[in-house]
T-cell receptor, first 112, second 114 residues
Framework: KNEVEQSPQNLTAQEGEFITINCSYSVGISALHWLQQHPGGGIVSLFMLSSGKKKHGRLIATINIQEKHSSLHITASHPRDSAVYICAVNPRTQGGSEKLVFGKGTKLTVNP | GAGVSQSPSNKVTEKGKDVELRCDPISGHTALYWYRQRLGQGLEFLIYFQGNSAPDKSGLPSDRFSAERTGESVSTLTIQRTQQEDSAVYLC????????????FGSGTRLTVV
């Protein structure tokens, strides 16, 4: 079993729909990251979370440390949101860690 | 530079040959990370450099893989005696401090071993 599991693997939505992507992890962490990988391959960091909730534009990320679970929500989805969304965690280690452990990603397609 | 620059963008090599991949971080970024993404797989951490500290090499998959970085400048990832399973996109990222301060990815080098 991977340390970081994402669901669903693939998601197709119609423009305007509310999107939720889930991430579960099995190790203690110092932080969780959400990244976006565009069809051309470029990767952009969206959020880093250690507790609670963060919002940026139409994107909202939440984390529940006790349940080892995070969600990424997209409101009023648009075709330009089509990308692979990747969850990654910093495992908690003595002295801190800069190592990220990644999920396999969720491929989102938003149709007009 | 304005962004993280990686070269070459594509590399095709014969099995058994050595390859060098280059990463130019954003100027002033002290931290540099290498990752690998094999087809259909998630990203894998390879190695992390922070200034002049000893690098975290814990993600390197075998002793055929090595990386160097002098100070806060360019990094080179070297793969010796390449194998077909080394075919992947190799991604570099840099940060002004740690991941906490945000990080920027390069566009990657697509390595194909034939």
């Amino acid at each position: 079993k991977n340390e970081v599991e994402q669901s669903p693997q693939n998601l197709t939505a119609q423009e305007g729909e509310f999107i939720t992507i889930n991430c579960s992890y099995s190790v203690g962490i110092s932080a969780l990251h959400w990244l976006q990988q565009h069809p051309g391959g470029g990767i952009v960091s969206l959020f880093m979370l250690s507790s609670g909730k963060k919002k940026h534009g139409r994107l909202i990320a939440t984390i529940n440390i006790q349940e080892k679970h995070s969600s990424l929500h997209i409101t009023a989805s648009h075709p330009r949101d089509s990308a692979v969304y990747i969850c990654a965690v910093n495992p908690r280690t003595q002295g801190g860690s800069e190592k990220l452990v990644f999920g396999k990603g969720t491929k989102l397609t938003v149709n007009p | 530079g304005a962004g993280v620059s990686q070269s070459p963008s594509n590399k095709v090599t014969e099995k058994g040959k050595d390859v060098e991949l280059r990463c130019d971080p954003i100027s002033g970024h002290t931290a540099l990370y290498w990752y690998r993404q094999r087809l259909g797989q998630g990203l894998e951490f390879l190695i992390y450099f922070q200034g002049n500290s000893a690098p975290d090499k814990s993600g390197l998959p075998s002793d055929r893989f090595s990386a160097e970085r002098t100070g806060e400048s360019v990094s080179t990832l070297t793969i010796q005696r390449t194998q077909q399973e080394d075919s992947a996109v190799y991604l570099c990222a840099s940060s002004s401090g740690t991941l906490y301060y945000g990080y920027t990815f390069g566009s990657g080098t697509r390595l194909t071993v034939v």
